[in-house]
């Protein structure tokens, strides 16, 4: 038997593997078990059901970009959405969701945090302009995760999006002006 401080992570990284190998269909219990050599039953007492076992690895997919992102003092960048293990998130979400477990159980703090780390270092934004293009670009960056292959996104296709929105955060304090935001 092993203790719930050693199979939770052994869990989590397991899934985590099999979630880059294999549709997401086929990350079962029992291939999970199997791989770490626990007993299904480990799995349950310690995430309750598959969906409490992804809702936690989505979880632990993003603090693990986070962390890596403010170590390499890449803030506050949009270059977080190209982490492998969001673009994963993003994508384990958006079968999760199509699988109808309720999108509130993976609501983060991360798009607040960015706002507020963006406005520091670009404070001539002010909060609703940097919020709207905040939330305009994540929602275009997870769409490309979700939907990229199947439109045919290229990584050139990606640079060039990337450095767009790049350039328009630039304009955001003159487009706040232009649409009577500022006030």
């Known amino acids: 038997m092993v203790i719930a401080a050693q199979a939770q992570p052994m869990i989590v990284a397991a899934t985590i593997e099999l979630l880059r190998e294999r549709p997401f269909d086929q990350v079962t219990a029992k291939a999970i078990s199997e791989k770490v050599q626990l007993t299904m039953p480990t799995i349950w007492r310690n995430f309750g059901s598959m969906e ?68 520091q270092v670009m404070p001539e934004a002010n909060l609703r302009t940097a919020t709207s293009w905040l939330y305009l670009t994540t929602t275009l960056l997870q769409g490309n995760a979700i939907l990229g292959e199947v439109n045919g996104i290229t990584d050139d296709i990606v640079a060039d999006n990337y450095a767009l929105m790049t350039y328009f955060r630039d304009l955001l304090p003159q487009a706040a002006e232009a649409l009577g935001w500022n006030e």
Do not use: M, Y
């Open 52 to 119: 409490g076992l992804f809702t936690h690895v989505c979880s632990v997919l993003i603090n693990n970009a986070v962390e890596r992102w403010r170590t390499q003092g890449s803030l506050p960048t949009i270059s977080i959405f190209f982490d492998p293990d969001v673009i994963l998130r993003t994508k384990l979400i958006a079968w999760l969701v199509g699988e109808g477990v309720r999108p509130e159980l993976f609501s983060s703090t991360l798009l607040s945090e960015l706002i507020e780390e963006f406005r």
